[in-house]
């Protein structure tokens, strides 16, 4: 079945690195993608990668794509306390159509 | 400038009474979804348009109804909401089948019931 699974929670100190994993299932999946989620807001898309890609990097954030082992990785490099918020990885559920299955969110807490 | 534009930010009505919630989008996306999140949970899709063609997931209760008058809006009706009816709706939307076809997010709803 399609599943979509990511660790609840993880603190990090201000300007430390932050990496938030994420394992799936579907091997059809065509895009990954990142959305945050602040308190009362809604998903604000990050970033995405495509399936045939390993990594992708936009100013401090960085996705690792392992095919082989179904996981995908966020970092964010000298982290904030404007990127505490809700992390959800998304996969596509194939090639014609736009439907996400998202993960479970990763709580992320940023303390000075 | 906001793309996705959801009204109102709150609602509050009281069990059984109808309620629509809107949606509105200046991207000229294809497609558009609506979402219900509930606390500490990832959003959990009801149904979407692809242009005028209905997808209602399988799991989406009766009392849950959408139209899409035009390619701008979309409106989400629940008929008899009910006290579990509580939570964030979301709209969003995409472009369309073929390529990368990110989803884009309004702000959210936040329906209360009394």
């Known amino acids: 079945g399609e599943d979509v699974e990511q660790s609840l929670f993880l603190s990090v100190r201000e300007g430390d690195s932050s990496v938030i994993n994420c394992t799936y299932t579907?091997?059809?999946?065509?895009?990954l993608y990142w959305y945050k989620q602040e308190p009362g807001a809604g998903l604000q898309l990050l970033t995405y990668?495509?399936?045939?890609?390993d990594m992708k990097q936009d100013q401090r954030l960085t996705v690792l794509l392992n095919k082989k082992d179904k996981h995908l990785s966020l970092r964010i490099a000298d982290t904030q306390t404007g990127d505490s918020a809700i992390y959800f990885c998304?996969?596509?559920?194939?090639?014609?159509?736009?439907?996400?299955?998202f993960g479970t969110g990763t709580r992320l807490q940023v303390f000075p | 400038d906001a793309m996705v534009i959801q009204n109102p930010r709150y609602q509050v009505t009281q069990f059984g009474k109808p309620v629509t919630l809107s949606c509105s989008q200046t991207?000229?996306?294809?497609?558009m979804y609506w979402y219900q999140q509930k606390s500490s949970q990832a959003p959990k899709l009801l149904f979407h348009?692809?242009?005028?063609?209905?997808?209602n997931e399988a799991d989406t209760p009766d009392n849950f109804q959408s139209r899409r008058p035009n390619t701008s809006f979309c409106f989400l009706d629940i008929r008899s909401p009910g006290l579990g009816d509580a939570a964030m709706y979301l709209c969003?939307?995409?472009?369309?089948?073929?390529?990368?076809?990110?989803?884009?997010f309004g702000d959210g709803t936040r329906l209360s019931i009394l």
């Open positions: 969003a939307t995409s472009r369309g089948a073929g390529e990368a076809q990110p989803q884009h």
């Open positions: 579907d091997s059809s999946s065509t895009y």
């Open positions: 990668i495509f399936s045939n890609m």
């Open positions: 998304a996969e596509s559920m194939g090639v014609n159509t736009d439907k996400l299955i």
């Open positions: 991207l000229n996306h294809n497609v």
């Open positions: 348009y692809y242009d005028k063609d209905f997808n």
